[in-house]
Each structure stands twice: as structure tokens, then as C-alpha cells.
């Protein structure tokens, strides 16, 4: 007679040897229950309700209308995150498309010049979780941040020089390069971007939030007596007419006022910085 242990004995799941069936990576499990899956959604697509095989499931139009819908929004969600979610990390990466049209958002890294900085690209700011979610934080090491930043170029003024490529520093450069810093390091600003220049900087209006009001930072500085409207033959910037009014008019107020720079413009040897670059040439970014 039949042992009844012998049925439980015989279901009992029998334990596998490692050396015969080694345990499946990560990647083999998640391909195998992919599969799973999809073979699951097949039978549920191709079964009627009573139980019935029903292979011409796949040509009935609820099904058609459902693949349309769900490829469309991918498409739509595709080219959403192109165009305003993805990050640029250089201004050789900015699309042509976005000169002259868009902005972009960032996080100042670091203030190189009295007119120019770097920005870290974080496309919507807060609201995509940039500076709260432990992996969108903007990097601070110079390492994680190299080939990371944007070079932005402040568009239509002109900052006293500092010493560089054997030139000597003009006066006011140190003290303009401390007033950019603190106006703008650090935070987050916006450039309505224009062109890229040929020392690959983006030439850009930028704006930064002083409280509740924004701020044109090229603007400020003429204001402030630290910068000059750019003056040059070709290749002027100013983004558009009214811009270049309003700084023009910035520019004449801070010489009656004797601001900055302009607090020197009566002794020898005083030039501006467009009259700096004309005796030393212009073969470098400036």
C-alpha cells in the first residue's frame, strides 16, 4: 500500500544545485518578467470573456484608438522633454532654434569677468525638483562641474578688464568683477539667449529676482557705473531697440552722477573699456 507521505514528498519543491542553475543577474530576471508580462497582456487581449481564444482581438478599433492615443502622448512627452526639460550642459549645445527665441534657466556656478559667467543649466527650476531631489543638485566641485556650464556672455555693455594675456588690469575691473559676484553668485537667473560669439559664449540679457521684482543685471551694472554699453562697429548686441535705449540712457545717468568708473573720467590717461580693447587689440575673449 501507497505510503500517503509520498504525495507530499513528490509536490515539495525540490532545491536547485548553484552549481547547475546558477542564480539569474538582475538584467535576466527584469528581461524574464518583461516577457512574463507581455505574454500576461497577450492572453488578456486575445481572450474573450467566457474564456474563448479570440486572436482578432488586436483588430478591433478600441485597440487601434488605444495604441494611437498611447503612441501620441509619447511623442508629445518625447518632444516636450527636448525642448524644455533636457539639460544643455555647453553653450556649443544650445539649438539653434532657441537663439533669439527662448531661455534658459540656470544656477550661476561662477563669475569669471565683470561681464561674463558661468550657469548651470537646471530646465524647470524648481518645479522639476532642482536643489530639492538629492539627485538635482546643482555640483559645486570645479571636477563635476567641468564641460558641465554654459558660458554666458552679458550682452550689450563693457566691463573694465582685468589683467590677463600680459595686458594690465584697468581701473574699476577688480571692483566690477565684486559687484557681479555678489548681485548674481549663486543664484538662479534667466538668459534670453542671442548668439554665440567666437569664443563660444552665448551672448545673453540676463535677469535675476531681487525680492519679487526681476532684475536686468546688464542694466544694473550700468546703472552702477561698472560697465560700459558696448560700443563696436559689428557685433553688437542688445537683443532689441528699447533694450539698447534703456541701457544708453543708464549709461548717461551714472556719468552725471559720477558712478563707478565714471568717477575718473576726467583724469589723464582715463579710457573706457571699448577704448582699452582698440589699444590692445581684441584678439582675445573680452
Do not use: C
Amino acid at each position: 500500500m501507497r505510503n500517503p507521505l509520498d504525495f507530499f514528498r513528490s509536490s515539495a519543491p525540490k532545491e536547485e544545485d548553484p552549481s547547475t542553475n546558477p542564480p539569474k543577474s538582475l538584467t535576466e530576471q527584469a528581461a524574464q518578467a518583461t516577457q512574463e508580462a507581455a505574454e500576461r497582456l497577450h492572453r488578456q487581449l486575445t481572450t474573450t470573456a467566457d474564456g474563448v481564444s479570440n486572436n482578432n482581438a488586436f483588430a478591433q478599433p478600441e485597440t487601434y484608438v488605444a495604441a494611437v492615443v498611447l503612441t501620441t502622448a509619447a511623442l508629445v512627452l518625447r518632444r516636450f522633454y527636448k525642448s524644455h526639460l533636457r539639460r544643455i550642459p555647453q553653450a556649443t549645445d544650445i539649438p539653434a532654434r532657441f537663439l533669439r527665441s527662448r531661455s534658459i534657466f540656470g544656477r550661476v556656478a561662477s563669475v569669471g569677468d565683470g561681464d561674463n559667467f558661468r550657469l548651470y543649466h537646471t530646465p524647470g527650476g524648481l518645479l522639476t525638483g532642482w536643489g530639492i531631489l538629492p539627485w538635482r543638485r546643482v555640483p559645486t566641485a570645479k571636477k563635476a562641474l567641468q564641460n558641465q556650464t554654459i558660458h554666458v556672455r552679458l550682452a550689450g555693455i563693457d566691463a573694465p578688464e582685468l589683467p590677463h594675456f600680459g595686458r594690465p588690469e584697468q581701473p574699476y575691473a577688480q571692483d566690477a568683477l565684486n559687484w557681479l559676484t555678489g548681485y548674481i553668485g549663486e543664484r538662479r537667473v534667466r538668459a534670453y539667449v542671442y548668439k554665440q560669439d567666437q569664443y563660444s559664449r552665448v551672448v545673453a540679457t540676463v535677469f535675476v529676482r531681487k525680492w519679487l521684482l526681476r532684475r536686468d543685471v546688464g542694466l544694473q551694472m550700468l546703472r552702477e557705473g561698472f560697465a560700459t554699453v558696448y560700443e563696436a562697429n559689428t557685433g553688437a548686441e542688445f537683443g532689441t531697440k528699447q533694450t539698447e535705449e534703456k541701457y544708453r540712457k543708464a549709461e548717461q545717468w551714472a556719468k552725471f552722477r559720477r558712478k563707478g568708473l565714471w568717477a575718473g573720467r576726467k583724469d589723464a590717461g582715463f579710457e573706457t573699456p571699448g577704448e582699452y580693447k582698440k589699444r590692445f587689440g581684441s584678439g582675445s575673449p573680452v
